[in-house]
T-cell receptor, first 108, second 114 residues
């Protein structure tokens, strides 16, 4: 089977940096991806890590350590529009399994 | 841009009714998926399909069936709707084998069963 653990909520201040962690237990692991979902919207793809290390895309970075079964999403220079839910997902056998999501609250 | 559309944004049905949810994608993607999303439970995979006329059960297939007669269209069927199937239903698509980590989602259908 597979399971993913991520915090249910995180709060940060506008302009700051926040890290959302994700730990997983799964067999046949192919990679870790991250999705963003605003209230009332559809999930949108942010990043994918197939190999260990850091992947950077603008203000967002994602990290994976396969040996620790752990990854995180790092958001820098937080903006109010970053208020959303963030889901980690593990890839396996041409499908992905999503975590329950982390609600990010941003304070002005 | 990939576009995934779903037939309805909001749907209200009665218990016992047969319900069809339609999903269409315009990027010639091989893989299509149906999820339901409930508060605190995240996205749970109901069924997915790798190709026309192929289907695979996800984590929660009970009470649902699917149909994929054309590559661009993937339908979710609730044979006899029940109140515990009240949820947000999301369709997604992705290209080719090994690329399902990047999925494109439709806007969702919020189904209420009364």
């Amino acid at each position: 089977g597979q399971s993913l653990e991520q915090p249910s909520e995180v709060t940060a201040v506008e302009g700051a940096i926040v890290q959302i962690n994700c730990t997983y237990q799964t067999s046949g692991f192919y990679g870790l991806s991250w999705y963003q979902q605003h209230d009332g919207g559809a999930p949108t793809f942010l990043s994918y890590n197939a190999l260990d290390g850091l992947e950077e895309t603008g203000r967002f970075s994602s990290f994976l350590s396969r040996s620790d079964s752990y990854g995180y999403l790092l958001l820098q220079e937080l903006q109010m529009k970053d208020s959303a839910s963030y889901f980690c997902a593990v890839g396996r056998d041409d499908k992905i399994i999503f975590g329950k999501g982390t609600r990010l609250h941003i304070l002005p | 841009d990939v576009k995934v559309t779903q037939s309805s944004r909001y749907l209200v049905k009665r218990t016992g009714e047969k319900v069809f949810l339609e999903c269409v994608q315009d990027m010639d993607h091989e893989n299509m998926f149906w999820y339901r999303q409930d508060p605190g439970l995240g996205l749970r995979l109901i069924y997915f399909s790798y190709d026309v006329k192929m289907k695979e059960k996800g984590d929660i297939p009970e009470g649902y069936s699917v149909s994929r007669e054309k590559k661009e269209r993937f339908s979710l069927i609730l044979e006899s709707a029940s109140t515990n199937q009240t949820s947000m239903y999301l369709c997604a698509s992705s290209s080719g084998q090994g690329s399902s980590y990047e999925q494109y989602f439709g806007p969702g259908t919020r189904l209420t069963v009364t």
